[in-house]
Each structure stands twice: as C-alpha cells, then as structure tokens.
C-alpha cells in the first residue's frame, strides 16, 4: 500500500518563548466562546501526525494518552513523541492550555490524544494512517469517554479503497474527521488539486487564508473543501518547549478542529441530547462567513466561531435544509 505524507508547510521561524494569544485563534474567535465560559472541556481530539512533545509546558496538561503506529523507537506504542515537529504544533492549535509564557489553542480544556502515524521524516505507511484512524473511533477511556473528533494534516495524491473505508466508518460512528485539503494548489482556483482522506466527501476538507482573508496560492482549490481558516504565520507550541510559525494547509485544520470541540459541548447543551455528525456538520458551516473566494477556494466560507448569537434551538425550529457536503 501507498505511504501518506505530511500536507507540505513551510517553517517561518522559531521562538523560545512566547506570551500572547495567537492571531489565527483570535480571527475564529474562539475567545468569544471562552467568554461564555465554553472551552471544549469534555471532548477528545484525536490528533493523527506525528506525535506530540508529551512533556511540552502547554500540552502537557491537555494529553490523556496515545499510541505509536510507526516503526520510530523501534516500534514502541507507548512512545508518541514528536520527532519532527509538526504534530506538536498542530496539537497546540487544537488545545494548548497556556502556562506561564505559552500560547492557547482554540478549545484550550479539550483533552488531546496523541496517535503517531507518521515518522520523524513526515512520512507514513498507509497502513499506519488506517490503524489510527480506527483506533480513535474505537478507543474508550476509563470512564467511557470516546473521541468526537479527529484531525488530520497529511495526505496522499492517491485514492485508497481501505482508507476511504475507514472514513466513512468513523463518520458513521458519529466522528468529525477534519483534514488539510493540501498545499499542491498552482495558485489559480481549480476543481482538481485533490489531496487524500481531505478529497472524501464524508471528511471536512479546510483550507487556508491569510490574516488579510486572501486565499493562498498553494491551498488547493476543488469542490470538496468545506471551509477556510487562518494558515499562515500560525504561532503554536513546537519541540524542545519552543513555539514556532509554520504555513500550510496544516495549520488552518487544527482551528477547525478546535473550533468542533467547542461546537459539540454548545449544540448539545441546547438541544439536550447527542448530536449526529451531520448535525455538528450543519452547527459548523452555520458558523462560517463568506469572505468573496470562490466556492472551490473558501468552500462555505471563513471560520467565524462567535457569529452564531441565537440559540441552536431557535436554528432548529427553522425549516432550513441542513447545508450539503461540498
């Protein structure tokens, strides 16, 4: 079977430390949703990459557990350490807890668990992505818990029978799949520039914008994406207790992951009861805002976390279609 690699991101520069909420998780704001005292507390976010800095001050407090699927530390699966980087950035978007000088995530009380599927050169057997994704919908913590949503910021340019499978089995466990739609756009919009599980119907495909709202040359553009949000110069956590500013595709998909946590625990609490996928799907596009793009480069639109003032109780008594999967 095929190898999946890292979505490409390009590394802007690193800092030691670092005392301010990023930018990117101010432009969903997600401290709108903070100020009505919702911080994703209760919800695992599986993060798919390639590990996480377990002992970093901003995460350290967030991580509940994970697992190894690589050959890296000659296979242990108990060893999900960050070898490269990248996933301990992404994993900082999703749910960093800031302490002392450190950073916030978007959903900065929802719990991460770590699942190594990729090594430290930002490469992964197809198998391993597979095994992960499975294992997150299967997991159940001591007390029940079980994984809503997972995020992913790697690909493959090839269409995979087994990997779309265990896509659509997560989805129809009621778990949001969200995935970096890729960095292999020419920048002109077009219909073609897939990326793999991103390209599947069934996931949430993000790509990314600016601080300015313009799309990126090197997002790719087709009728799969979902959604926008920040993906350049993001500021999260990084190895060795750092913080970094990375670019990509990447970097937009953890906000949205961030951003569901958030959504799950609101929509909830409202309507009293479990929610489908579809349902926390529609709860999310609700929460997005058209910035002129075309449909195939911003999809529903801009990640806007506080838009959504009335009640989703007042949303469901309206008689409006749910929004369709691009």
């Keep these: 079977m095929k190898k999946a690699r890292l979505i490409p991101f390009k590394r802007e520069k ?8 990023p930018k990117g998780i101010e432009m969903v704001e997600a401290p709108m949703l903070w100020e009505a005292e ?5 919800q695992v976010i599986a993060v798919i990459d390639t590990g996480c800095q377990m002992d970093h001050p901003d995460l350290q407090e967030r991580i509940i557990g994970g697992r190894n699927f690589t050959t890296d530390y000659h296979g242990d699966e108990a060893n999900y350490s960050d070898n490269n980087g990248h996933g301990t950035h992404v994993a900082g978007t999703v749910a960093a807890s800031k302490t002392g000088n450190g950073v916030l995530g978007v959903a900065p009380q929802a719990d991460l668990f ?10 992964g057997q197809m198998e391993w992505i597979i095994e992960a994704v499975r294992y997150a919908v299967d997991w159940r913590g001591p007390n029940e818990e079980s994984i809503r949503v997972i995020t992913m910021s790697l690909g493959s340019p090839e269409d995979i029978e087994q990997l779309h499978d265990v896509i ?5 466990q009621e778990v949001s799949v969200v995935c970096a739609a890729g960095n292999e756009g020419d920048g002109e919009e077009s219909t073609d520039e897939f990326a793999y599980p991103a390209a ?19 997002t790719n553009t087709n009728d799969e994406v979902d959604l926008v949000a920040p993906g350049v110069n993001i500021l999260s956590t990084y190895n060795n207790g750092e913080y970094a500013e990375l670019t990509g595709t990447s970097m937009s998909t953890p906000h949205v992951a961030g951003g ?23 709860q999310l596009i609700r929460r997005t805002t058209p910035i002129g793009h075309s449909n195939q480069a911003e999809g529903n639109g801009f990640l806007t976390l506080g838009l959504v003032e009335r009640s989703t109780e007042w949303l469901l008594e309206q008689n409006e279609e749910s929004p369709l999967r691009r």
């Design 14 to 21: 690193v800092v030691t430390t670092s005392s301010e909420v």
């Design 38 to 42: 919702e911080k994703g507390a209760g």
């Design 114 to 123: 770590i699942l190594k599927a990729l090594s430290g050169d930002g490469s």
């Design 168 to 172: 659509q089995y997560a989805v129809e």
């Design 200 to 218: 599947y119907n069934e996931t949430i495909s993000v790509g990314a914008v600016n601080f300015d709202l313009e799309t990126t040359t090197f």
């Design 260 to 282: 569901i946590a958030m959504l799950i625990n609101i929509a909830e609490r409202d309507f009293e009861r479990s929610l489908s996928e579809a349902e926390i799907y529609a």
